[in-house]
């Protein structure tokens, strides 16, 4: 029998939502392949290939690989005033709607986003530090993950490493002698977000660096934005830690901050550059600037994030949400989902956050390995496996999406 033809098969697809290049391609596939009966799994793997939502049930809820922290979000389409000023008609800044809220929320006289916070530290660097030396503890020369290390951000953004100090140990006096020996432009201080240095250490306090007289930098990434946590009823977590906030850092001396928007502060991915006016300045009119400036999409979610924030309305935040649903309601949700045991687990708030400490959450224990089924669902569902023992953390799974995680576990066992 002779193959089809490649239109044809590609015209039996078109059910599948998918745009008829891409039904093209996978008849193609097939075909090639000597096998067009395959020609409908292709299109559904490239359906899969594309951008699309998952469930998190790995109960960690910052995961890297899936998206940190989870947005709702939508815009018209409209024009906006991103870059233009409503009071004169005239060329505005994108950099006064969020920013602005951002310094009202940490008390900064100033900042900036960008990207990233990668982003941000490398603008920083390039900004204020550009063939000059600046002096980081070498208990901080850190990787944050995904290449981002200190040392070689450093050399890209055309600055100069000093190492000060020990792995364990840094004290003001070793920042002191570094500053008299290379005129340090910066002194920067890298948040351990991600590791954590124990037993005989000792750290300099950003309210002591802030005694030298150089520019203090502190690379907070985590952006926990206030020690009170005044979005929250409940007040402050105790799984937060000792994790540094944005406002207190700035308060204890820091002459600029730096951090991520998709972490603890829940909302897109961006970077901030918060702090000193001049400083901010020196950043936002920096070339590099240009290359790493958000579009109105970001700056309106940081937007809405950061009113929430200051409407005290930490329910609207889908990770503090999530972070703070009572034990009791997952267990209640496990329960009704009735698809395998009820246990209690551990969640964390990951991406390179807060290590070591735990939420305590809840969620199903299913018997056997069922991850890869799970995947495959409408909806992909992502859990955890341990010793063939699948298990669905309700923590990162919003009770909307309960359902869909049942059917998915319908559809795999
Ligand atoms: C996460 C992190 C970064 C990188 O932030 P991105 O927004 O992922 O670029 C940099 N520094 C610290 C301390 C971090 O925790």
Not at 269 to 297: K, T, W, Y
Not at 316 to 336: C, G, K
Request: charged residues 20%; glycine residues 8%; negative net charge.
């Amino acid at each position: 029998m002779r193959p089809p033809s490649v239109d044809s098969l590609a015209r039996s697809l078109s059910d599948i939502d998918l745009p008829p290049p891409l039904l093209v391609d996978a008849a193609r596939t097939a075909i090639s392949n000597g096998q067009p009966d395959s020609a409908r799994d292709e299109a559904v793997r490239l359906q899969r290939a594309l951008l699309g939502p998952a469930i998190n049930a790995t109960g960690v809820l910052l995961h890297t690989n899936l998206g940190r922290a989870p947005l709702a979000y939508s815009q018209p389409a409209k024009a906006t005033n991103l870059e233009f000023d409503l009071e004169t008609g005239t060329r505005g800044s994108r950099n006064h709607h969020a920013a602005n809220l951002i310094c009202r929320l940490t008390g900064a006289q100033a900042a900036v986003i960008v990207n990233n916070c990668s982003a941000a530290v490398t603008l920083v660097l390039a900004a204020l530090a550009r063939d000059r030396a600046v002096a980081v503890s070498r208990g901080e020369l850190v990787e944050i993950g995904g290449g981002f290390r200190v040392p070689d951000v450093m050399a890209e953004s055309g600055a100069r490493l000093v190492e000060v100090g020990t792995t364990n140990r840094t004290r003001l006096d070793d920042y002191r002698t570094a500053h008299q020996v290379h005129q340090a432009a910066l002194l920067m201080k890298v948040h351990p977000s991600n590791y954590r240095i124990s037993g005989f250490t000792e750290e300099t306090s950003v309210k002591s660096l802030a005694t030298l007289g150089v520019p203090v930098v502190v690379d907070l990434g985590s952006g926990l934005i206030d020690d009170a946590c005044s979005w929250l009823q409940e007040g402050r977590p105790s799984w937060l830690g000792e994790e540094p906030a944005v406002k207190q850092t700035l308060e204890s001396g820091a002459d600029l901050v730096t951090f991520s928007c998709d972490k603890l502060f829940g909302g897109p991915q961006a970077g901030v550059i918060a702090g000193r006016s001049d400083l901010v300045e020196a950043c936002a009119n920096h070339p590099l600037m240009r290359a790493f400036r958000p579009g109105a999409l970001v700056l309106n979610a940081l937007q809405q994030t950061a009113l929430a924030y200051l409407r005290r309305d930490g329910d609207s935040i889908p990770f503090w949400r999530m972070a703070q649903t009572p034990v009791t309601e997952l267990l209640s949700r496990a329960d009704a989902m009735s698809i395998g045991r009820t246990v209690h687990t551990m969640a964390m708030t990951g991406g390179g956050s807060l290590p070591g400490e735990q939420i305590p959450s809840a969620g199903v224990e299913i018997d056997g390995d069922i991850s890869r089924r799970l995947r495959d669902a409408n909806t992909p569902v992502i859990a955890r496996v341990h010793d063939q023992t699948t298990v669905i953390d309700l923590r990162t799974v919003d009770p909307g999406d309960d359902s869909l995680v049942v059917a998915a576990v319908a559809s795999s066992i």
